[in-house]
T-cell receptor, first 115, second 110 residues
Framework: ETGVTQSPTHLIKTRGQQVTLRCSSQSGHNTVSWYQQALGQGPQFIFQYYREEENGRGNFPPRFSGLQFPNYSSELNVNALELDDSALYLC??????????????FGPGTRLTVT | QKEVEQNSGPLSVPEGAIASLNCTYSDRVSQSFFWYRQYSGKSPELIMSIYSNGDKEDGRFTAQLNKASQYVSLLIRDSQPSDSATYLCAVRGGGFKTIFGAGTRLFVKA
């Protein structure tokens, strides 16, 4: 177990709805990254939060947004859900300095199904 | 060209053999390299990290990095059926973005 927790475990939403996923980072870590993993693919980087600010973003549209809180936990929000958003959403916790990020440890993931 | 490429497999090896997993990457400024293991229906689990050229050993696992060839590999010695999983190669450049390959499925036959 990595100490990274995510909620909920599973979620079913309808196209057009909005969803919020939550992540608590491992003790001693200050950075949270979010990934989307479609079936049979590797995780795709969505964005990373460090010191409550987004400091890196992948090729995802603005309807994917996030927050990091003072306790380093984080939320991923997805608006206007599309069928292709159905995937496993992974949160990864790590420690960062101003110049780099060390090893990332994944939470169990949230399985999102959009119908 | 994909940023991080792996053979999708499946790679099948007998129990007790050495499994060799390979990964190539396109960004020459990449600095950090990771191998994750992912069992079906589970999240990725970090196995190894490697930052400089050469070999790094941890138990039955050895990671090898050759930055000139933009190549990183993972060797699993004395493979066990419990090693059957998808192995993900991940590469991070100078920033904070980590790119994953699609993974190689490994099957260890008892």
């Amino acid at each position: 177990e990595t100490g990274v927790t995510q909620s909920p475990t599973h979620l079913i939403k309808t196209r057009g709805q909005q969803v919020t996923l939550r992540c608590s980072s491992q003790s001693g870590h200050n950075t949270v990254s979010w990934y989307q993993q479609a079936l049979g693919q590797g995780p795709q980087f969505i964005f990373q939060y460090y010191r409550e600010e987004e400091n890196g973003r992948g090729n995802f549209p603005p309807r994917f947004s996030g927050l990091q809180f003072p306790n380093y936990s984080s939320e991923l929000n997805v608006n206007a859900l599309e069928l292709d958003d159905s995937a496993l959403y992974l949160c990864a916790s790590s420690f960062s300095t101003g110049t780099g990020t060390y090893e990332q440890y994944f939470g169990p993931g949230t399985r999102l199904t959009v119908t | 060209q994909k940023e991080v490429e792996q053979n999708s497999g499946p790679l099948s090896v007998p129990e007790g053999a050495i499994a060799s997993l390979n990964c190539t990457y396109s960004d020459r400024v990449s600095q950090s390299f990771f191998w994750y293991r992912q069992y079906s229906g589970k999240s990725p689990e970090l196995i190894m990290s490697i930052y400089s050229n050469g070999d790094k050993e941890d138990g039955r696992f050895t990671a090898q990095l050759n930055k000139a060839s933009q190549y990183v590999s993972l060797l699993i010695r004395d493979s066990q059926p419990s090693d059957s999983a998808t192995y993900l190669c991940a590469v991070r450049g100078g920033g904070f973005k980590t790119i994953f390959g699609a993974g190689t499925r490994l099957f260890v036959k008892a």
